[in-house]
C-alpha cells in the first residue's frame, strides 16, 4: 500500500535582479481647506528572460520559457495639511 509520498522534493530560490523601465502618472488636489487627495499609477516593465529549470530524479523535464514580467501599481492617498 503506498502512501503517494514522493521520492524526490527540490526547492529552488534565486535572487537577482531584473533590469527594465518604469512610468507613471499622479494627480493631487487640495478639495476643502486643508484636505488634500492624491493618487498615482505606475508601470514597470522588465527585460524578457528564459528560465530553463530540470528537475533531476522524477524524469520530469520543467520548462520555464521566455518570461516578461510586467508590474502595474495603483495608489491612492488622503492628507490633510496642517
Given at each position: 500500500m503506498g502512501l503517494g509520498v514522493p521520492l524526490f522534493s527540490q526547492t529552488q530560490a534565486n535572487e537577482f535582479n531584473e533590469f527594465g523601465w518604469v512610468a507613471g502618472v499622479g494627480l493631487e488636489w487640495k478639495f476643502w481647506n486643508n484636505w488634500l487627495l492624491r493618487g498615482e499609477w505606475l508601470h514597470y516593465d522588465f527585460v524578457r528572460n528564459?528560465?530553463?529549470?530540470?528537475?533531476?530524479?522524477?524524469?520530469?523535464?520543467?520548462?520555464?520559457?521566455?518570461?516578461?514580467?510586467?508590474?502595474?501599481?495603483?495608489?491612492?492617498?488622503?492628507?490633510?495639511?496642517?
Amino acid at each position: 500500500m503506498g502512501l503517494g509520498v514522493p521520492l524526490f522534493s527540490q526547492t529552488q530560490a534565486n535572487e537577482f535582479n531584473e533590469f527594465g523601465w518604469v512610468a507613471g502618472v499622479g494627480l493631487e488636489w487640495k478639495f476643502w481647506n486643508n484636505w488634500l487627495l492624491r493618487g498615482e499609477w505606475l508601470h514597470y516593465d522588465f527585460v524578457r528572460n528564459n528560465h530553463n529549470d530540470t528537475f533531476l530524479g522524477t524524469g520530469i523535464f520543467f520548462d520555464g520559457g521566455n518570461v516578461k514580467t510586467t508590474v502595474d501599481v495603483a495608489r491612492a492617498a488622503l492628507s490633510y495639511k496642517f
